[in-house]
Structure formats: structure tokens, C-alpha cells
């Protein structure tokens, strides 16, 4: 059976390639203890390069590959959702950024993406204590969006969002960005929406101004070497996260996975997401007679407890989310992770942003 992996492989605005890499791992492993059912899963790739143009056609690409499911990371999710639903092929989304993961029949996401983990990182902090938060989004469709989101967060969770100070991608010096959110005297926490390259000087800019607070962000904005680059910042860094990463033991078969099959890549979230995906794929079709899409999709569909180990939450794909405008996001619990001398420790159990 065929799982083909869509992302922006490489590209020169975005590139994640170990989102092939934790599928590949993921799927070593499986089929080292025999496959699905005597059957090998075989992974294929296909690089949408970050452009809507070729996320189509790696959509295509799934079609007459006849792939029992596609998964990855899908910046263009019309481009993948619409062609692979005529065709009855599910997707697995792994860090879902578009609102066709939440709508789309064909859709069964490992978790909410962005749609969590802003919400999430805004309730943590305003439940730690911090009330006055700041919102600071880059200058693009999607900081617009995901600020929003954590502004939503923020509000929902009975704290008050003080102002958004908006930054340009790339600054050089993000001291104006900081000195604007910390004007009044009264911000208790800012939340980052910006890019993984300028978050460091956003931190670094924090410290400077001799900001006490705490700083929360999404994971994805805060990799492991973003993460080792403010390690002797010594501030607050919280961040929400739709899995347990390394060192916590939860992803300790993920991380033995990886060293074993994919040893040169990077362990993080996205590929995190993807060696999930493979296994949620394993556990659905795990004792079933046929491994075509269709069948998955059926399998899929009933699944109210499947289990993908510890590193995600138990998912059930048979009743809505609790998002009404996006009712096939049925997983929306996220991880609060602290950064410590420049590494990931999480600091609790999976909590719902959207709990009351």
C-alpha cells in the first residue's frame, strides 16, 4: 500500500523536509514487524514546493498513484482537499493551516494546528496569571490569521488583549516591535506570531528591554535549534504544542524510530506529525483485510479510540469538533512545553483551549 507525503519538501520560503523523514521512520518500523496485514507500506513524496500550482499536482500525483492516503503539511488545502475527494482518498493532516482540514468529508486530521495552539498558548499563560497580553503577528495573511487566533485565545480564556503591535518579517531590529508592546507599563506576557528566523531577535529584544514576563508562540515557530538560540536568554518562553516531543518520554518510540531509520533528520513537530500520521494509518487498518483507500476511509470514519501511542491524544473521527465552523477538527487538545536551557520540557497533560 502507497502513502504519499505532500509538503513544501523544499522550496525557498518554506522548507520542511523531515515531514518525509518521520513518515519514512514510521513506516521502517512497521514493516519490520511485518506491514499491514503482510503488506509493506511504501512511502511516496511529492514537493508542492510551496506553490498552490504544484500542490495540485501532487494531488494528481496521489490519483494515478492510487495511494490508500496523503498526508503532510498543506499551506494550499483546496488543492489537495478537492481533487483527492472526488477521487475517496483520506488525508491526514498533520499540522492543519487551512480551513478545508476542518470541512472537508475527506479530512481526518491528527489535531487542530494552528486553530489549537494559538487559542492554547493564550489560555496557558492567562491561567498562569498573566491577564495583560500582547499580541505581536508579522505583516501577512497568515499572522493576521493565527493572531487572530490567539487574540481569540486570549479573550475566551478571561484575559484582556492590551494592543497588537504588527512586525515586518526579516527586521533587523525588533526593539521598536518590543518597545510598542511593552508601552503602559502593565504587559504581563506577549504572544509571538512571526517566523522560526526572527523569533531569536524578538527574545533578544525582550531581554533587552528588561521584560519580566513571559513570551508564548506556537512550536512551529520554535524548532529545536530556535529553541537552542535563546538558551542564555533567560526569559519565560512557553510555547503550545499538538505533541509530546523529545526528551519527555511520550515520544520515546518516535525518538528511537528516528534515530534508527532517519538518523540525519530533524526531530521536531513536523516530523513528529507525519510519523503519527503512519501509525494512525497502521492502527486503522490494524487486522483488516484490505488496505485501499477506501477501506481506510471506512476505517477511519469508525474510529472513536484509536490510539497512536502516547505522543498524541486518543482520536475519534466519528462526532464533530467542538469548532462549529470547522467540524472535522475532532482533536484540538495541545501540550504546553516550556523552553529551558535551550530544549523543550513539558509542563503538563493535553488540556482543550476550548474548555470552559
Excluded at 500550482?53 to 499551506?75: D, I, P, R
Excluded at 499580541?135 to 486570549?154: I, M, S, T
Excluded at 512571526?194 to 515557530?221: M, R
Aim: proline share 8%; net charge neutral.
Amino acid at each position: 500500500m502507497k502513502i504519499l507525503v505532500s509538503a513544501p519538501l523544499s522550496s525557498p520560503a518554506f522548507s520542511i523536509p523531515q515531514v518525509l523523514s518521520g513518515a519514512k521512520a514510521a513506516a521502517a518500523a512497521i514493516n519490520a514487524t511485518g506491514g499491514i496485514g503482510g503488506k509493506n507500506i511504501e512511502i511516496i513524496s511529492c514537493n508542492d514546493q510551496a506553490n498552490p500550482n504544484q500542490a495540485a499536482q501532487c494531488a494528481q500525483t496521489a490519483v494515478s498513484e492510487k495511494v490508500s492516503a496523503v498526508t503532510g503539511l498543506f499551506l494550499f488545502g483546496p488543492q489537495i482537499f478537492d481533487t483527492t475527494k472526488a477521487a475517496g482518498i483520506p488525508v491526514i493532516d498533520t499540522q492543519p493551516v487551512s480551513p478545508s482540514s476542518g470541512t472537508s468529508p475527506n479530512s481526518f486530521p491528527m489535531n487542530a494546528g494552528t486553530f489549537s495552539v494559538y487559542p492554547g498558548v493564550a489560555r496557558y499563560l492567562v491561567e498562569k496569571g498573566d491577564k495583560n497580553i500582547v499580541v505581536v503577528p508579522v505583516n501577512n495573511a497568515a499572522g493576521d490569521f493565527n493572531g487572530k487566533l490567539a487574540a481569540q485565545g486570549v479573550t475566551a480564556a478571561g484575559g484582556t488583549v492590551v494592543r497588537t503591535v504588527t512586525t515586518q518579517a526579516g527586521a533587523p531590529d525588533y526593539a521598536p516591535y518590543v518597545h510598542q508592546a511593552l508601552e503602559g507599563g502593565n504587559t504581563q506576557a506577549m504572544i509571538y506570531v512571526g517566523t522560526p528566523e526572527d523569533f531569536p531577535k524578538f527574545v533578544l529584544a525582550a531581554k533587552q528591554a528588561n521584560f519580566t514576563g513571559h513570551i508564548g508562540a506556537s512550536i512551529g515557530q520554535v524548532p529545536p535549534a530556535v529553541a537552542q538560540a535563546t538558551k542564555d536568554s533567560g526569559m519565560g518562553v512557553f510555547v503550545a504544542s499538538n505533541y509530546y516531543l523529545p526528551p519527555s518520554p511520550q515520544s520515546n518510540v518516535f525518538a528511537a524510530d528516528m534515530a534508527k531509520y532517519e538518523p540525519s533528520s530533524s526531530i521536531d513537530t513536523f516530523s513528529a506529525g507525519s510519523w503519527a500520521a503512519v501509525h494512525a494509518v497502521y492502527a486503522a487498518l490494524k487486522g483488516k483485510s484490505s488496505t485501499d483507500a477506501k477501506a481506510l476511509t471506512a476505517a477511519l470514519s469508525s474510529s472513536s479510540a484509536l490510539a497512536v501511542g502516547e505522543m498524541v491524544p486518543v482520536l475519534d473521527f466519528t462526532k464533530a469538533g467542538p469548532l462549529p465552523d470547522f467540524p472535522r477538527l475532532t482533536n484540538v487538545d495541545v501540550v504546553p512545553i516550556h523552553i529551558v536551557n535551550g530544549g523543550y520540557d513539558a509542563t503538563g497533560a493535553f488540556f482543550s483551549p476550548f474548555a470552559r
